[in-house]
């Protein structure tokens, strides 16, 4: 039985094979980290769009994966994923503002602080306390809810599954469409 409530695979006869969430989402900080200091330093809208964007993204995947299994396993997990859920609401409405003004410092620390909660307190929890097995089933959870996540900040939209696995991708596909139609640079890989 999975630690976190995951449905049961199907039987393949190996290894499950993928990235844990740790993996993932320590690289999606280290990312985003990078980003932003390119961005307080290098200052152009082309950058601007792939933080917001790249940020969003994750953001998004966090909420549909992380949190829950932070809920489900950690003593205390339902205070720290409220405490968490509502410092990404309010770096989304932050992220709203960036994409009007120039100011990136204050994204930039932001971030920083985003990072250091869930690499300091987050991560190391889950670690100890779920499986290798369900990491990695999480981490491929969190790639492809990453593919499916809007490209722009919506604080308004539900954070909590199960509404945001069906809303998010539904806002994704708007922002997908705006994003093509301005010629919006969505991806680092793109810069």
């Known amino acids: 039985m999975s630690a ?3 449905p049961p695979l199907p039987p393949t006869g190996g290894e ?5 969430a740790i993996d993932v989402l ?3 900080h280290r990312q985003l980290v990078e980003l932003c200091d390119r961005l307080t ?3 152009s809208r082309k950058l601007r769009d792939v933080v917001v964007a790249t940020l969003s993204r994750h953001l998004s995947a966090e909420e549909q994966y992380l949190y829950p299994a932070i809920r489900k396993v950690v003593p205390g997990g339902e205070d720290l ?3 968490e859920l509502a410092e990404d609401k309010a770096l989304l409405i932050l992220l709203q503002r960036v994409q009007k003004d120039q100011d990136f410092a204050e994204l930039a620390a932001a971030v920083r602080r985003h990072v250091a909660a869930d690499s300091e307190e987050l991560l190391p929890v889950l670690t100890q306390m779920v499986p290798i097995e369900d990491l990695i089933r999480v981490g491929n ?4 809810a990453e593919e499916a996540a809007p490209t722009r900040p919506h604080p308004g939209t539900p954070s909590n599954p ?3 696995k069906v809303v998010d991708p539904v806002v994704a596909v708007v922002d997908k469409v705006r994003d093509v139609v301005t010629n919006r640079t969505t991806y680092p890989t793109d810069l």
């Open 41 to 43: 330093t290098e200052p």
């Open 26 to 28: 320590g690289e999606q």
């Open 16 to 20: 499950i094979t993928g990235r844990s």
């Open 162 to 164: 199960p509404w945001n």
């Open 4 to 6: 976190l409530d995951l």
């Open 141 to 144: 959870r969190i790639e492809v």
């Open 81 to 83: 994923a409220a405490r």
